[in-house]
């Protein structure tokens, strides 16, 4: 099955920095890799999402970029700001089942 | 985006008792659900796949008896937790998939915080 690990656990930034989270996957069948935000208590939210055929996205201060060939995507936020303060997790999906990583608990300071 | 509502969004019981959590997909039909447990700090773990009409594919290590899926209709799943112990406190979490195009999105409940006392 798919194995999706994601790095850092845990990142802190002051406000206004750029974060880059990391995954990499292993099934190379997958073929969409979203994004999910999670405050504290609430459900995760799909912030951004890119397709396998697609190098790069971005959505206004958020991007995400992909390499196929080594199987690696990344989240980049720039100008963060205190409400970007959340985990975040990535995903893919083989199927229709999604494999989650770990998550990276964000914390900008303002 | 579609829309997954999950009931209750928290819970307290006593040990030995047993709790259901509904999960329903408002606007859409999930002949599959997710049902996932999050402790804290930690990612979302796979419990097992609710199917439409029958049995629920249960995860490694989950305990079927203690976790009772039923999906008896497009829009309901429920994830009833049996006997529970204080052990079983988490956060449990729903999700149903729906297709666009090639691509399946993940849409979530609320989740459904369990503290058994």
């Known amino acids: 099955g798919e194995n999706v690990e994601q790095h850092p656990s845990t990142l802190s930034v002051q406000e206004g920095d750029s974060a880059v989270i990391k995954c990499t996957y292993s099934?190379?069948?997958?073929?969409?890799f979203p994004w999910y935000k999670q405050e504290l208590g609430k459900r995760p939210q799909l912030i951004i999402d890119?397709?396998?055929?697609?190098g790069e996205k971005k959505d206004q201060r958020i991007a995400v970029t992909l390499n196929k060939t080594a199987k690696h995507f990344s989240l980049h936020i720039t100008e963060t700001q205190p409400e970007d303060s959340a985990v975040y997790f990535c995903?893919?999906?083989?199927?229709?089942?999604?494999?989650f990583g770990r998550g990276t608990s964000l914390i900008v300071h303002p | 985006g579609a829309v997954v509502s999950q009931h209750p969004s928290w819970v307290i019981c006593k040990s030995g008792t047993s709790v259901k959590i509904e999960c329903r997909s408002l606007?859409?039909?999930?002949?599959?659900m997710f049902w996932y447990r999050q402790f804290p700090k930690q990612s979302l773990m796979l419990m097992a796949t609710?199917?439409?009409?029958?049995?629920?594919?249960?995860e490694q290590g989950v305990e079927k008896d203690k976790f009772l899926i039923n999906h008896a209709s497009l829009t309901l799943s429920t994830l009833t937790v049996t006997s529970a112990h204080p052990e079983d406190s988490s956060f449990y979490i729903c999700?149903?998939?729906?297709?666009?195009?090639?691509?399946?999105?993940?849409?979530f409940g609320q989740g459904t915080r369990l503290t058994v006392v």
């Open positions: 999700s149903a998939p729906e297709a666009y195009g090639v691509v399946t999105e993940a849409f």
């Open positions: 099934d190379s069948a997958s073929n969409y």
């Open positions: 890119i397709r396998s055929n697609v």
């Open positions: 995903a893919a999906n083989p199927s229709y089942i999604p494999t």
């Open positions: 606007d859409f039909q999930a002949t599959t």
């Open positions: 609710s199917n439409e009409g029958s049995k629920a594919t249960y």
